[in-house]
């Protein structure tokens, strides 16, 4: 019997020509009766499954998580349970605002998620190569994520759309801040950190908990790109982080992160300098040290790029028995934000899709839908008598106390925004960071109207006399006028400049 494999339909059955669809002779009318026709165009068309709306660009790979240090007293998490304990991993690396088509080495945070296959369900870690973000509550990202894509009229990129939404919303200070630094154009994706930025909650089986912010730090060193490094990656290799992370790993070279975690007790929590659990700021590690927790490893490649790494789906909602989420409103967002948008671009059962599928045993009353190829015969309702799987006390969730109305609390604004990106600048950055800082800064919001480059700049100004001083001389703008910016409320600086 022949080796040699004969092409066939979806179905198995064998083709006889590939090269010419069944037609009349003379003239020419194709027949609707070439089911392989019809199969290969219908398929053809539907192809591309819808793009991300963010971090559309990506790469991924396969691994291994190993805890390396106890870690057992403060949560119940059976991947964490011992020294030694490995988990199978898939991990995605990404650019937030780009289209699938966009250059690796743009001016963007790098999305950095990780899927852990444990014995408890599928836990995702869905966090950036920052440890801030631009906003702390989800009902701003659809309007921040539209300034970062094209003009609606244009479909260009816009400066002004840019800038307009940023200097209107002081809280993005600290991230712009990182965003235009060299950590804005990270050289590869080994090349890079990564974090939670999210507080999240740990807790042990007696229902105790902490507060917890993950750290991914990159064992091969962190290396960005200035910006003309950057510009010119973008029009010679513009894949260059996709081909360095597969080669890297094709080659036997196996990239890995050394990964820690702060911890805040709900006490700590309480008389914190900064809320917790706003994710426009930081714990300060002086006050809340790195502690070792484990390795993550990344040593094997896709096999099929759309089936592991276009195809994978992850969400903050996927948490385990020990981790769950904690008060931070951007994260409640995502929570929700992030499957919702999996049913809609990979069908309602996207979880079924192999690299998404639980390693665990699933018992669930989710029945039918798209794909859904698994179909139990047990009850799939509850409470039953038939045997149906049942819900568990054990796992039951520490309680949290709340209290207050129900409204839409909004963050008071005042100094408390402008703290961290001032000292980034002031104490943490280098001359040679901060000169980089001020010309990338300068070179972007040039293209935005003059009352837009003072309303920003005022900001900076607030953060940073320095800071503020160096965009003004950049920009040749009136440093007076910044200054009298600089010390208005949020809402008389807009109207000052609208």
Known sequence: MSDKKVLTTNLGTPIDNDQASITTESPAFSLLSDVHLVEKLAHFDRERIPERVVH????????????????????????LSHVGKKTEIFA??????????????????????????????????????????????????????????????????DANMFWDFLSLTPESLHQVTILFSDRGTPATYRHMNGYTSHTYMWYNKEGDYS?????????????????????????????????????SIEEGNAPSWTVYYQIMTKEQAKEYRFDPFDVTKVWYQSDFPLQP???????????????????????????????????????????????????????????????NAA??????????????????????????????AAPSNEYKLPAIDVSG???????????????????????????????????????????????????????????????????ANALKLNIDEVKRLAVMSNEDRAKATS
Request: hydrophobic share 35%; net charge neutral.
């Open 56 to 79: 559309a660009k990506g790469a991924g790979a396969h691994g291994y998580f190993e805890v390396t240090h106890d870690v057992s007293q403060l949560t119940r998490a059976a991947f």
């Open 92 to 157: 995605r690396f990404s650019t937030v605002g780009g289209e699938k088509g966009s250059a690796d080495s743009a001016r963007d945070p790098r999305g950095f998620a990780v899927k852990f296959y444990t014995e408890e369900g599928n836990y995702d870690m869905v966090g950036n190569n920052t440890p801030v973000f631009f906003i702390r509550d989800a009902i701003k990202f659809p309007d921040f994520i539209h300034t970062q894509k094209r003009n609606p009229a244009s479909n260009l990129h």
């Open 211 to 247: 507060w917890i912010k993950l750290h991914f730090k990159t064992d091969q060193g962190v290396k960005n790109l200035t910006q003309e490094e950057a510009t010119s990656l973008a029009g010679s290799d513009p894949d260059h982080a996709t081909r360095d992370l597969f080669n």
């Open 293 to 355: 927790l484990g390795k993550m490893v990344l040593n094997r490649n896709p096999q099929n790029y759309f089936n592991e790494v276009e195809q994978a789906a992850f969400s903050p909602a996927n948490l385990v028995p020990g981790v769950t989420s904690s008060p931070d409103k951007m994260l409640q967002g995502r929570l929700f934000s992030y499957a919702d948008t999996h049913r809609h671009r990979l069908g309602t059962n996207f979880h079924m899709i192999p690299i």
């Open 359 to 388: 390693k665990a045993q699933v018992n669930t009353n989710q029945r039918d839908g798209f794909m859904n190829i698994h179909q139990e015969s047990t009850p799939n309702y509850y409470p039953n008598s038939f045997g149906g």
């Open 405 to 471: 109305t129900a409204a839409r609390h909004e963050y008071p604004l005042g100094d408390i925004d402008f703290v961290q990106p001032g000292e980034l600048f002031d104490r943490v950055m280098t001359d040679y960071d901060r000169a980089n800082l001020v010309k990338n800064i300068a070179s972007h919001l040039k293209g935005a109207d003059m009352r837009l480059q003072l309303r920003q700049t005022a900001l900076f100004y607030r953060a940073s006399v320095n800071y503020g001083t160096a965009i």
